[in-house]
């Protein structure tokens, strides 16, 4: 695919990039835009959006008014520093929009310019731009062709490079009717001819959403974005009078502040460093779950996967690898494990599913039975949904394996007597949660084969870690009650779902729901799509249908199933960058106050010298490195702004505890430090 | 009895009023307690009231603006026309209007400020029917709105919160009539003067002196004046006269009476939230900061006072005397104080002005830091949680799900009317004690100059705003411009914040309730007790810092010389 950063490697097979190109936090032409924009949003239309940032920028037009009137090199430092605190604030906007703004670039390329063979009512074939393209009309796409916008097959079967959208270079396979007949425009057959009628309207398609979405562009508060906003202005508002009344406390006593320190006081005393960094914190966390190949259409679903208290994983490809494994052979009849092994093996050459290749596999690494060249003198007998069971014909043997049942009556009607302890075996397999295949040669029942699902390596280890963190996990499978209560209990989940159907999927959201729990699910399907929207997370698989992706909130690039986990962490991250920056930003406060509050009455109060604990070198260098401090620590935040704040699975109250820790008391203490260094370096400079 | 035996019964004291007397209330407000019905109903057929029936936020919050109002014109109207009414033997003529504007709303506030001398102004009828009438109402208001509160967080899915008719006329009935009179009959038993007579007059027939000794209906609204954190005493020295808090017992009856309800309370909380843990939290929060004042002052009481150490011309033994009542000593009067500056109740025992500037500081910070430690009847409670939701707010954020509460989720609404219930109190004094020294009729009000006569215009707003009422004294009070700027003051520190706890109540009680998990930020830890008390230091310390040090803190760190 064209790519928009050098970084990118966009047909790697061991990284997967789609729209996630992984640029560096501070690529060199992020870094340039963000610098421009930072600058450009200097526009107080801009600004009044956040009421922190604007009481700074109010701030500096009253102290640049004071410094013309009363210019000296101490008005003016403040009202550059000022100023530069509202310019950092725009840059860490501007940063965090940048990343998206590359990968729109990109995405914006893809679309540009194809053509679209447009079938006429009367079977004739058009060439036309893809723009002009409107929903309902059909069009003919060849191995080669780009297609030219969303829409489903209505004939034919192909092979679809989606690597544009998902960064899988692996082709799919795209056919008419069912679950797979969705296509992407932007994307590319590979294979065969068909034809596709197109369900997006101009400008609505997939690839235009896309791009809306990760240049955040009808970006809107979340919930909680808002509340955290309400309390940030309650917190400057309060202030306000704190630091307006000072002016008259001080009169009263004889003494006079200057209208730059207090508006030097007012801008350290009101969150700046949230208030820089909130909209940076949320536009960031929508960037990472597209660095996950994740799209989500609006912040509040990112916010709400962090509350997600169960979480419905489908079985297969979730929790176990997508294909039943053979596991073991089981004689029957008086016959040997590998006689069961050789025939089953002869039965499954031909057998190109996972299932027959894992028998392959088994029988070579159990008995050394390798792959056999069989003489002419054979025919393959292939699965079909009739007779359930699958085998070869060589010489005068007939070799099956297949469903116990088919088998059974394929025996009989060979003539053959199925041995006694057959029904026992079976069952007993099934009741293990797995599948058994009967194999037999001729009339003689042979023995079974157990087919079992293998639990993915780790799922075990990250259920435990989401039960700690108070997720309950349900896995969804379509396998009776035995089965699912098997596997259940293998990779440990709370609690299955079986027989799964789409009503009965709705009811357990509802149920869970109700319960006041959020619930998060993936699905692909067109009957999951009403699940999807009522899942308070959930995550269409961008391998399913178009009726399933606009039912759910997020789509999953990558089509994995797992993520649902990686997404939940995003949004707790999100929700705990928010919190933690909070506290940093109150808990500098108290520094603040320590260093201008004896500089602000030094005149007055010597006594209140007593209070300056940092020992700062004038009134008129405490107050200008307290303002250093507060423009300087929101630069020096933007990484963890961007990056978020390191989650791990544990329980909430250890989370809490450490930061607290880190936060609340490093907030404390971190400026005392950090304004004591900038007021040596200020001291060194001789300039007050 | 030595302090630390004081403390010791008084602690035990506290433990079993805030397991039984919490219950009780509980079972009130449920209305489990029917022993008073044949009182209560006709109470109810009067005022054509169906007890069944229950209000939604706006009308519980109607119902009590204008039950308030009501009260406001009635005791306002009292004391304009004591003059022509009777229980009046001195023949005491009207209260002035500013003066009877600035008492009504000080009553009905809860608040109690006095800007008269009791015995010299209000008749014995003003006293009783319309100071102390309010004493009992006003207390049962603050209750109910803590207790719509708690509905709130109790009740799932539910639109309304309780019926405020209901809530004022059972919290009187049950709570506070019952022990105002049993303790009433203690006080009378300790001495406490109660009669209808007018003063006494004594001939000295040794020094041929006349003496006027002011008596009245005292002991009856002694217990009131306490349990219900009013605080306004019948004579101007309040508790420190003998007519009114006669011995050491009545003393620590005081401190008992002013302690209990707001301590009980948060049992009541936990126990209609299913928690009791829920409550003991908030009460952890409420007695570290209530103990680490209690120890600054007792410890800047005894060490005497630092100006009169310097000059090195008397010793103090008892500690800094000055303004103390000798029969109790330094220690006890600051326990008296301090409990009654931290509930607002605003009684003393001792003058606030004479404290050392380290011991008035902790008089102070208790009103500055919202009067939540233990805080007003009611208003304790209900102004805490407002800061336990701050806590929940940011705490919940840090463990990575958007915060709740007690299940409930906290949302924009929620944030806004906790910061607006928190803004209010600060706004006020701030800004009223900008106006005040910043015009000629507030600059005359204080007897001092500089930051001592800073501290009493100060002390005056923030005592009024958290309704309060002790006064610091030295600050000439009774001027239309402090008895109208005080009623604003008293009416927006009461109902400013009330009006925002009953939005909060009615948005609460509408939610559906998340259930709890592992992920959950947990509230019934000593680690929300921390983050609790860290929020509350951390707002009132932040918006009363700079205003302080211009007080306060430079007197201390003059080592109060500026005294004076």
């Known amino acids: 695919m064209p790519s928009a950063t050098s970084t990118t490697s966009p047909t790697s097979p061991a990284s997967p990039h789609g729209v996630a190109q992984s640029s560096s936090l501070f690529d060199p032409s992020i870094l340039a835009n963000a610098v421009r924009g930072s600058v450009t949003k200097l526009d107080p239309r801009v600004q009044i959006r956040n009421p922190v940032i604007f009481v700074v920028l109010v701030g500096t037009v009253v102290s640049m008014a004071e410094a013309i009137v009363h210019p000296s090199l101490f008005t003016w430092s403040i009202t550059v520093w000022l100023l530069l605190t509202v310019v950092f604030a725009n840059f860490a906007e501007a940063m965090a929009e940048g990343r998206g703004k590359a990968q729109a670039d990109s995405l914006r390329r893809m679309r540009a310019d194809t053509e679209a063979r447009r079938l006429r009512p009367d079977g004739v074939e058009e060439r036309v731009p893809a723009s002009l393209l409107v929903k309902g009309d059909v069009v003919v796409c060849e191995a080669g062709d780009l297609i030219p916008s969303d829409g489903d097959i209505i004939e034919g079967i192909a092979s679809v490079d989606e690597s544009a959208i998902t960064g899988e270079s692996a082709p799919v396979i795209r056919e008419s009717g069912g679950d797979r007949s969705a296509v992407t425009g932007g994307t590319r057959v590979l294979s065969d001819r068909i034809v596709v009628r197109i369900t997006a309207e101009r400008g609505q398609t997939f690839l235009d959403r896309m791009i809306g979405l990760v240049e955040g562009a009808n970006r809107q508060k979340t919930p909680n974005e808002i509340a955290l906003t309400i309390l940030l202005a309650a917190l400057t508002i309060v202030f306000l009078p704190v630091v307006v009344t000072l002016s008259p406390f001080a009169r009263f006593s004889g003494a006079s502040v200057s209208i730059v320190v207090l508006v030097a006081l007012l801008v350290c005393l009101i969150p700046t460093t949230i208030g820089a960094l909130l909209s940076a914190i949320g536009i960031a966390g929508m960037d990472r779950l597209v660095q996950r190949n994740v799209l989500a259409m609006s912040g ?62 088994l029988a070579k690494e159990r008995f050394g039975i390798r792959e056999r060249e069989l003489g002419d003198d054979h025919e393959f007998i292939p699965f079909s949904a009739t007779t359930r069971m699958s085998g070869v014909d060589i010489g005068g043997r007939q070799v099956r394996k297949g469903a116990a049942e088919a088998v059974r009556h394929w025996v009989i009607d060979q003539g053959g007597t199925p041995p006694p302890d057959l029904d026992a075996v079976v069952s007993e397999v099934s009741r293990a949660g797995s599948t058994p295949l009967v194999v037999a040669d001729g009339p003689h029942v042979l023995g079974a084969i157990e087919l079992k699902d293998v639990v993915k390596q780790g799922m075990k280890e990250r259920f435990e870690s989401l039960r700690s963190v108070g997720i309950r996990t349900v896995m969804i499978t379509g396998d009776n009650p035995l089965t699912a209560a098997a596997i259940a209990q293998e990779a440990g989940v709370d609690d299955y779902l079986a027989e799964a159907t789409p009503e009965a999927k709705m009811d357990l959201i509802k149920a869970e729901q109700e319960g006041g729990k959020l619930v998060a699910m993936t699905g692909d399907g067109t009957n999951d799509a009403p699940a999807l929207a009522q899942a308070d997370v959930g995550v269409a698989m961008n391998t399913g249908t178009t009726a399933a992706k606009e039912a759910g909130n997020m789509v999953d690039l990558d089509s994995n199933p797992t993520k649902l986990i990686e997404i939940v962490e995003v949004g707790k991250q999100l929700l705990i960058t928010r919190g933690a920056l909070t506290t940093f930003s109150v808990a500098n406060d108290v520094a603040k106050y320590f260093a201008i509050i004896p500089a602000l009455f030094a005149a007055t109060y010597p006594q209140l010298g007593a209070l300056n604990v940092m020992r700062l070198h004038s009134p008129q260098t405490a107050v200008l490195s307290a303002v250093i401090f507060n423009a300087l620590v929101i630069v020096a935040l933007i990484p963890l702004a961007l990056r978020g704040v390191r989650w791990h699975p544990s329980g909430a109250s250890s989370i809490l505890r450490r930061n607290l820790f880190v936060y609340g008391l490093g907030g404390v203490i971190t400026p005392f430090v950090f304004i004591k260094l900038i007021d040596l370096v200020l001291t060194a400079l001789h300039a007050y | 009895m030595s302090y630390f035996w004081t403390i010791l019964v008084l602690v035990v004291l506290l433990a079993l009023s805030w397991r039984f007397l919490g219950s009780y209330m509980a079972a009130v407000y449920e209305g489990r307690v029917t022993f008073l019905a044949r009182l209560e109903r006709p109470v109810y057929r009067v005022l054509m009231i169906d007890p069944e029936s229950e209000q939604t936020w706006p009308r519980y919050a109607g119902a009590l603006i204008v039950f308030s109002g009501v009260a406001l014109v009635v005791t306002y109207g009292l004391l304009r026309l004591q003059g022509s009414l009777p229980f009046n033997p001195q023949h005491l003529g009207a209260v002035s209007p500013a003066l009877a504007w600035n008492t009504a709303v000080s009553f009905v506030t809860n608040t109690n400020w006095q800007n008269y001398a009791g015995e010299s102004t209000m008749s014995y009828l003003s006293q009783m029917a319309a100071l102390t009438v309010q004493q009992f109402v006003s207390a049962a208001v603050g209750i109910a709105v803590a207790v719509a509160l708690i509905r709130g967080f109790a009740r799932k899915g539910s639109p309304t919160i309780g019926n405020f008719w209901v809530d004022l006329i059972r919290g009187v009935l049950y709570i506070l009539l019952p022990i105002a009179f049993v303790c009433g009959i203690v006080f009378v038993s300790q001495g406490a003067v109660q009669t209808l007579a007018g003063p006494a007059t004594v001939h000295n027939a040794l020094t041929g002196a006349t003496q006027v000794i002011p008596r009245g209906p005292v002991a009856f609204m002694e217990p009131i004046k306490q349990l219900g954190t009013n605080g306004g005493g019948f004579f101007n020295a309040n508790g420190a006269d003998p007519f009114e808090d006669p011995t050491g017992a009545t003393l620590l009856l005081s401190v008992l009476l002013l302690l209990c309800i707001p301590v009980a309370l948060t049992y009541t909380f936990g126990k209609l939230v299913g928690s009791f843990r829920q409550g003991l939290t908030l009460l952890a929060a409420m007695a570290i900061i209530f103990g680490t004042w209690l120890g600054f002052s007792s410890y800047a009481e005894a060490q005497g006072n630092p100006a009169v150490a310097a000059a090195h011309v008397v010793a103090q033994p008892g500690g800094n005397m000055v303004g103390k009542e000798v029969r109790f000593g330094a220690l006890p009067t600051s326990l008296y104080n301090i409990a009654s500056t931290q509930t607002s109740t605003g009684s003393v025992a001792g003058a606030n002005d004479s404290f050392t500037p380290l011991g008035g500081f902790g008089l102070m910070s208790g009103m500055m830091l919202g009067e939540v430690t233990p805080g007003g009847v009611g208003s304790g409670l209900y102004t805490i949680l407002l800061f336990a939701l701050v806590a929940v707010f940011l705490g919940g954020l840090m463990v990575g799900r958007t915060p709740e509460y007690l299940g409930k989720k906290i949302q924009a609404r929620e944030v806004k009317l906790a910061a607006l219930g928190i803004l209010v109190m600060p706004i006020a004094v701030l800004g009223l004690t900008a106006i005040a020294v910043s015009v000629h009729a507030g600059r005359v009000g204080p007897t001092n100059a500089g930051p001592h006569g800073f501290s009493e215009i100060l002390y005056a707003f923030t005592s009024q705003a958290n309704n309060n009422g002790s006064a610091f004294a030295g600050l000439n009070g009774n001027t239309a411009f402090y008895n109208v700027t005080g009623g604003i003051a008293m009416l927006l520190g009461r109902f400013g914040v009330m ?57 201390w760190l003059s080592h109060g010389r500026l005294f004076g």
């Open chain 2, 499 to 555: 009006v925002p706890v009953l939005a909060l109540a009615g948005s609460l009680a509408s939610k559906a309730v998340v259930p709890s998990g592992l992920g959950t930020f947990r509230t019934d830890t000593p680690l929300f007790t921390g983050l609790v008390i860290g929020v509350i230091l951390i707002v009132g310390g932040l918006t009363f810092f700079p205003a302080v040090s211009l007080g306060p803190i430079v007197e």
């Open chain 1, 300 to 361: 509040r679903a990112v916010e709400a996967a962090g509350d997600v208290q169960t979480l419905l994983l489908d079985k297969t490809g979730t929790i176990t690898l997508g294909n039943r494994m053979a596991a073991r052979f089981i004689p029957l009849g008086g016959s040997t494990e590998s006689e069961v092994g050789a025939a089953a093996q002869l039965a499954s050459l031909a057998d190109e599913t996972p299932e027959g290749r894992s028998i392959v596999v």
